[in-house]
């Protein structure tokens, strides 16, 4: 009896064994050291997709300052010109295999997407992707003096169409010379709350842009990456990062600090030069 018994016992066991490590065995890689919440942060800074969905009615117009009705007349012929009916070279990051320009037709080109599969042949595989292209869309036309010749530039704001949700857009800066529209300076912009344009605007003489992100701003003819961390959704950014820059004749040059700004409250004092800071903190670490 008794030995019927212990039999018992140490089936049960066995079976208990079994069953938590069918479970997926995962009750030695617990911490009870600490409580279960504090475990949430880690998993949110994975990625965009395990932050909770916004809800759409609360998802913020990233377009509004771009299309108000600030700098949208002059005097300039570049008022009458037609750029929704025109042809513009790609910047670096968007030219399409063919490097050819993009020329709109009524206000946009059509994207390209062409279906390829890891395991097709290379040759095919190659073939297809160079069918692909990017399109583009007319955003906007803004119009202001910052080369401080008296004349009014045009910024062209277009929305570069890649069949997916991305909202990445591209300025063209235009001035008038030989009585059609001379390029001075593309500028690239990134998507949404990853450097997306917020707005641009002309101030004493200065360019001011704005893109949303911390300390996000245009270096040479693209916008800065993200700082390390930077991470939230796309569809509403909590940060913009302000910078100004001036015409020499040539090229557009930095003035002064960039400022960061929340984008809830942008009368709160800014933080300057966030990257520096960030950079002179992890200096000081040993």
Do not use: H
């Not at 344009?197 to 300390?215: A, F, M, P, S, T």
């Not at 950014?237 to 003035?255: C, E, H, I």
């Not at 600090?257 to 800014?270: E, G, I, N, V, Y």
Request: aromatic content about 8%; overall charge negative; charged content about 25%.
């Amino acid at each position: 009896m008794i030995t019927s018994t212990k039999k018992i016992v140490v089936f049960f066991a066995i079976a208990l064994l079994l069953f938590a490590v069918s479970c997926g065995g995962r009750a030695d890689a617990v911490d009870t050291s600490q409580p279960a919440s504090a475990a949430a942060p880690a998993d949110t800074a994975r990625g965009f997709d395990l932050l909770p969905k916004p809800d759409a009615s609360q998802i913020p117009n990233l377009q509004a300052e771009l299309l108000d009705e600030r700098g949208k007349t002059t005097a300039s012929p570049l008022g009458t010109f037609d750029f929704k009916n025109y042809t513009y070279p790609l910047p670096r990051g968007w030219q399409n295999p063919d490097s050819a320009d993009m020329t709109l037709t009524n206000g946009r080109v059509a994207p390209v997407a062409v279906d390829t599969d890891l395991g097709m042949d290379p040759d095919e595989l190659a073939e297809r992707k160079s069918r692909r292209r990017i399109g583009m869309s007319y955003v906007t036309t803004k119009f202001f003096d910052v080369t401080g010749d008296g004349q009014d530039e045009a910024f062209v704001v277009l929305k570069v169409e890649t069949t997916g949700s991305a909202i990445p857009q591209i300025v063209y800066v235009y001035t008038w010379k030989d009585d059609k529209p001379e390029l001075i300076w593309p500028i690239r912009t990134g998507d949404r709350a990853d450097g997306g344009l917020k707005d641009l605007r002309g101030e004493n003489g200065e360019l001011v842009i704005e893109l949303y992100g911390q300390d996000r701003f245009v270096l040479g003819d693209t916008e800065t990456s993200k700082i390390t961390d930077d991470e939230e959704q796309l569809c509403c950014p909590t940060y913009f990062t302000r910078s100004r820059y001036k015409w020499n004749g040539k090229d557009f040059l930095m003035q002064g600090k960039r400022l960061t700004f929340p984008t809830a409250d942008p009368s709160q004092p800014p933080v300057e030069n966030m990257m520096e800071i960030i950079e002179k903190q992890k200096g000081g670490k040993k």
